[in-house]
């Protein structure tokens, strides 16, 4: 059964700082992973998408990569802004487009 | 484009009542989800709509109900709510392939007492 760990649970940093959240995952039968931020109360956001046979995909201030053989994931924010706070989710999609999510890590930037 | 919407946002039911959570997509995208997300469980699948007229279970199923009404809409009912079902609840949708991302609702909190 494929099972999704994200860590840590919780981060805090000051702002302006370059951060890195990491995501493992247990099987590499996978067809992509995707990276999405949720704010408290509300849905997710979809940031990257990687597939199975990229290695990394870069928008803006972010850059996910992966290593499937290893399964791993990490997803770097640079110059990380208060606005950044939130939850943030990986998920790898299996047959049938199914998704099994991480937990999450809560992002706190201070000011 | 609103993308994917869901009703209500939020409802209380008490234990052993019915409803519906509706959710719609306006993306002409053939599969749809169903997710409840709980504190501490994370993002959990209940059921799933691959295309119009299939739906398939996910991890979490006992207890729900799914419709695949047409291409846009997927309900999902609770015939007799438990306070275990407390959760918030996510429609998801994507235009079909496993390469393709999922586009979430809003979310629908529901509390059963």
């Known amino acids: 059964k494929q099972e999704v760990t994200q860590i840590p649970a919780a981060l805090s940093v000051p702002e302006g700082e370059n951060l890195v959240l990491n995501c493992s995952f247990t099987?590499?039968?996978?067809?992509?992973l995707q990276w999405f931020r949720q704010d408290p109360g509300k849905g997710l956001t979809s940031l990257l998408l990687?597939?199975?046979?990229?290695r990394e995909q870069t928008s803006g201030r972010l850059n996910a990569s992966l290593d499937k053989s290893s399964g791993r994931s990490t997803l770097y924010i640079a110059a990380s802004q208060p606005g950044d706070s939130a939850t943030y989710l990986c998920?790898?999609?299996?047959?049938?487009?199914?998704?099994?999510f991480g937990q999450g890590t809560r992002l706190t930037i201070n000011p | 484009n609103a993308g994917v919407t869901q009703t209500p946002k939020f409802q209380v039911l008490k234990t052993g009542q019915s409803m519906t959570l509706q959710c719609a997509q306006d993306?002409?995208?053939?599969?749809m989800y169903w997710y409840r997300q709980d504190p501490g469980m994370g993002l959990r699948l209940i059921y799933y709509?691959?295309?119009?007229?299939?739906?398939d279970k996910g991890e979490v199923p006992n207890g729900y109900n799914v419709s695949r009404l047409n291409k846009r809409e997927f309900s999902l009912r609770l015939e007799s709510a438990a306070p275990s079902q407390t959760s918030v609840y996510f429609c998801?949708?994507?235009?079909?392939?496993?390469?393709?991302?999922?586009?979430f609702g809003p979310g629908t909190r529901l509390t059963v007492l």
């Open positions: 998920a790898v999609s299996l047959r049938a487009q199914k998704l099994v």
């Open positions: 709509s691959a295309s119009e007229g299939t739906t």
């Open positions: 099987d590499s039968a996978i067809y992509n």
């Open positions: 990687i597939q199975s046979s990229q």
């Open positions: 993306m002409n995208h053939n599969s």
């Open positions: 998801a949708s994507t235009i079909r392939s496993s390469y393709n991302e999922q586009f």
